[in-house]
């Protein structure tokens, strides 16, 4: 089922720092974030990719600042990220983007975190084995 005409959109946040043996690849998360928002009837989500750079607060990420600034702007009815440590480069800057989610009425969606139950109208999802399928 995709998403109707009038639904905001979803929007999904990938990066990678650098390629290697154990690193989840670009290719994989998109993936992930498709398979997420179609368990989720939500359609194909809006992506935004940093690749090749680092998580750290002193390295320019121009996705991920893009993606706030329309988070902010009330512009996605979901973000889905494969984990916290690919968004968020500190527990400040992890509180903040949930704030924006909060304010704006944007669920977050976070796939990794096996205890945090799904509850999108809690404003706060995560998943840590597939999504069930909609009925």
Not at 40 to 68: C, T
Not at 79 to 91: E, G, M, Q, W, Y
Not at 97 to 106: E, P
Not at 108 to 130: K, Q
């Amino acid at each position: 089922m995709s998403r109707r005409r009038d639904d905001p959109p979803v929007a999904a946040y990938l990066r990678l720092s650098i390629a290697s043996d154990d690193s989840v690849s670009i290719a994989a998360l998109k993936g992930l974030v498709a398979e997420e928002a179609r368990c989720r009837a939500w359609g194909d989500p809006v992506l935004f990719v940093d690749e090749g750079v680092s998580g750290s607060k002193d390295v320019k990420r121009p996705a991920r600042d893009a993606i706030e600034a329309r988070l902010a702007a009330g512009e996605f009815r979901a973000l889905i990220v494969k984990s916290v440590d690919r968004l968020a480069h500190s527990t400040a800057d992890f509180a903040q983007i949930v704030k924006i989610c909060k304010d704006a009425g944007t669920a977050l969606v976070v796939t990794d975190i096996p205890s945090t139950p799904r509850r999108p109208e809690a404003g706060w999802s995560s998943t840590s084995s597939p999504p069930s399928r909609p009925q």
